[in-house]
Nanobody, 125 residues
Framework: QVRLVESGGGLVQAGGSLRLSCTAS????????MGWFRQAPGKEREFVAA????????SYADSVKGRFTISRDNLKSTLYLQMNSLKPEDTAAYYC??????????????????WGQGTQVTVSS
């Protein structure tokens, strides 16, 4: 069992920055890869970024590449998403998720077994 808790969402103007955090408990954080997903109202959940267990490999959706950075601190059991140059189209609920396969990078949400409750990001124009 893994419990994931996101924080750091909020309201920001276009061009601004936010850093999301996801704190894990219940299982050794290093034993799984992690991902960020988002879901806007009326849209399907979409992949944002993923990171391997030790952070040596990452993957990003084309829509956020160059603006968002995923990272992790295994000593703190925490996953991060630094979001810069935010756009109104980044408005969504953001979720972190754990992948029991520690070494792969997967964009499909079906590979992830535990999910946080989400944190809302709203970008005003």
């Amino acid at each position: 069992q893994v419990r994931l808790v996101e924080s750091g969402g909020g309201l920001v103007q276009a061009g601004g920055s936010l850093r999301l955090s996801c704190t894990a408990s219940g299982r050794t954080f290093m034993s799984f890869a992690m991902g960020w997903f988002r879901q806007a109202p009326g849209k399907e959940r979409e992949f944002v970024a993923a990171i391997s267990w030790n952070g040596d490999r990452t993957s990003y959706a084309d829509s956020v590449k160059g603006r968002f950075t995923i990272s992790r601190d295994n000593l703190k059991s925490t996953l991060y998403l630094q979001m810069n140059s935010l756009k109104p189209e980044d408005t969504a609920a953001y979720y972190c998720a754990s992948d029991p396969d520690s070494d792969r990078i997967v964009v499909s949400d079906t590979a992830y077994d535990y999910w946080g409750q989400g944190t809302q990001v709203t970008v005003s124009s």
